[in-house]
């Protein structure tokens, strides 16, 4: 589907040159990076490239597919895990059911950039951004709920805690 070469070439060198720099890019950045080289070459817009239809035969070309980054590789020792398993249910045997609380955290990184791109090469990962918004959540052995709680950072200005007051008395 594609029908020009001169800008197909200046695509591929463009995913090169982004893959040389550890960067992934996604199938919506190829659509406009080609409309970038489109307008670039000054092409009438009646012969301008429409959708993403194309997408798929170009990363077919060039042997570009979608890849899962990876961070900070991990393994679990799980002799160790089964030892502390042992030794905590022999802790909780000493309580009462409903005095076992399980709590944990979660977070959404709303700041963090995708961990999947395309690439004609397997990528290592980057270092993601820090900031977002978590949430404490626990239960007890009996199902018993704690009610959610926001984990918040530690306001640093006095700017930052005006603020927060204004927000807390609307």
């Known amino acids: 589907m594609v029908t020009r070469p001169d800008i197909e070439k200046m695509l591929y060198e463009w995913c090169q040159h982004m893959n040389a720099k550890g960067e992934v890019f996604t199938g919506e950045m190829l659509v406009r990076k080609w409309g970038r080289f489109e307008s670039l070459v000054q092409m009438p817009e009646d012969e301008r490239l429409n959708g993403t239809s194309w997408i798929a035969s170009f990363r077919r070309t060039y042997g570009i597919q979608e890849i899962c980054m990876h961070g900070e590789a991990g393994s679990v020792d799980v002799v160790h895990v089964e030892q502390e398993q042992e030794r905590v249910k022999g802790v909780l045997g000493h309580f009462n059911k409903r005095d076992w609380w ?10 963090s950039c995708p961990d999947r791109g395309l690439s004609d090469r397997q990528m290592s990962g980057k270092k993601q951004s820090k900031k977002r918004i978590t949430v404490l959540i626990g239960y ?14 530690f306001l640093s200005t006095t700017e930052e805690r005006h603020a927060y007051n204004i927000s807390r008395e609307v």
Not at 140 to 153: N, R, V
């Open 102 to 111: 399980n709590f944990d955290e979660t977070a959404f990184f709303y700041a």
């Open 140 to 153: 007890s052995a009996t199902g018993e709920k704690f009610q959610a709680m926001f984990i918040g950072k």
